[in-house]
């Protein structure tokens, strides 16, 4: 879904780069990312800012997907070298099976009603071996942000049980970092 416009300008700031850099890709890192050489998928990729950090590791592929184009204009506008596409994350049938060493998750599926289905696609774009990284807030903290901040996030079940239960019924073993704001994942199968 869409992102509010209150959302979509605080997804743009300094601040988000910020956080996106030396807070959630160190603690990805430290449960295990490596991109390097790697064919790399990001989900909801938004403004590009976390491709253009993915691409520091040098993937052998890289594409970012997003469903808003506004989003989109900005990532090609700002990172011309880098693929992104418009795309609901929900199909991913543009992506043969097995075609993804690794697939990066910064904070969407809170945003997807059909959440399960990205995960169903996930389960089958990733090579045998591949691995998903994947951060998520709780659900308390985007009802905190929805009262206080009106984000307006779409009505959904999404929550960290269901995404386990749903991540353990696809094949997905986990481990899990918790932090204040965000629980970081790095899932295998
Ligand atoms: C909270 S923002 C995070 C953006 C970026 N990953 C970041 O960390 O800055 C959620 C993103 O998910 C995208 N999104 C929402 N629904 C989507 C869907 N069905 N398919 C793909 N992207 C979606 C939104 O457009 C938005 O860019």
Redesign the pocket.
Known sequence: ???SDI??RA?NTWW?RWG?KHF?LPLFQKLGLNPKNRDVL??????G??GHLLNQFEPKSYVG????EE?IGIARRNYPGYEFIV????DLSRFPDASKDVVV????L???P?WRK?IDEIARVLKPDGRLFLEEPRGVDIKFFDFFFRWGHPDSDFGLRPLEDHLRSRGFKFKKQWTPLLMMYHCSK
């Open positions: 879904m869409k992102l959302e979509f997804m988000r996106h959630e990001e989900i909801g990729c938004g403004n800012y976390g997907v997003d469903v808003m989003q795309q609901d994350a929900a998750i910064f904070g969407v809170h945003h997807i059909e990205v």
